[in-house]
């Protein structure tokens, strides 16, 4: 049996699943937003919660509202912080431990990537493990299911040097899934560069425009945002930016920032 332990908790978010939950129903309470449809997957943040937590909320909140319609799996796509490698690491996971108890791992759609596109996808488990962009969505998702009553199927994928473009196309023939890229915005620059440096990244992901992204997108997750690009292309999805901060709003000074955003894709 394989467990994803926690590895950022008390780091990123507190391991006391009282002052967390405190925490979220605090950041639930102040995200207000009626999006008006069904979300078919998303963008969210991954840095410390006291810095980016109210905009991965938005993110949250929009797939709180619809939960029970979303598909059985959820697939976070995150770049890879930690490690050098080929291919996109697969998290093939019985269980991820978060604060609120386990969340249940999509084994056997993750063996079977690895089993049909081993050119593309590896079980190789050294870059998931303490990877912050995959274990910061995880809070956040237990939160909403134990308050729904529901459990869904949660699969990590890792990139580290792969064809995006290729990836998007083989993961939009999966069914019964649905998203989450985990992607902070433009590090460290004053605050008045970053936001319009993260202006110019978020106008290229909203053009859908891959060569644009390429080009201008500044985003630690800009790899894996392309690769739902593909997906959302192929699907005829349209994103929708739901809110920007950066750190010098929240928690941080201003002279040394990191951009997040929340969006969706309808």
């Known amino acids: ?5 926690m590895t950022v908790a008390d780091s990123f978010y507190s391991w006391n699943p009282l002052v967390l939950k405190n925490m979220l129903e605090e950041f639930f309470a102040i995200a207000k937003l009626d999006i008006g449809s069904r979300p078919k997957s998303a963008v969210a943040p991954h840095a410390g919660y006291i810095y ?11 797939i709180f509202q619809y939960l029970e319609s ?4 959820i697939i976070i796509l995150a770049p890879s912080h930690y490690a050098i490698f080929e291919g996109v690491s697969v998290g093939i996971f019985d269980y991820l431990e978060t604060p609120f108890g386990k ?23 050294e870059p998931q493990l303490p990877e912050h962009a995959v274990e910061t969505q995880l809070p ?11 459990e869904k199927q949660i699969l990590p994928l890792v990139f580290g040097q792969v064809d995006v473009v290729k990836v998007g196309e083989i993961l939009s023939k999966l069914d019964d899934v649905f998203f989450i890229v985990s992607s902070d915005l433009s590090h ?3 605050y008045d560069e970053a936001i319009k440096r993260d202006k ?3 106008e290229a992901f909203l053009s859908q425009d891959i060569t644009k992204i390429v080009e201008v997108a ?15 292309l192929l699907k005829k999805w349209k994103p929708m930016l739901l809110k920007y901060l950066n750190s010098g709003d929240t928690a941080g000074d201003k002279s040394r920032v990191v951009g997040y955003s929340s969006v969706i894709y309808v």
């Open 140 to 150: 956040f998702l237990k939160y909403i299911f134990d308050k729904r009553g529901v």
């Open 188 to 190: 460290y620059l004053p």
């Open 70 to 73: 979303l598909p059985s799996t």
């Open 103 to 125: 969340l249940y791992g999509a084994v056997e759609l993750g063996e079977r990537l690895v089993k049909e596109y081993p050119e593309l996808f590896t079980s190789y488990l």
């Open 52 to 62: 980016s937590g109210i905009v991965a909320t938005y993110t949250y909140k929009a």
């Open 218 to 232: 500044d985003a630690c997750g800009k790899w894996p945002w392309v690769s739902l690009t593909v997906i959302s």
């Open 1 to 5: 049996m394989k467990i994803r332990p």
């Open 200 to 202: 110019f990244t978020l």
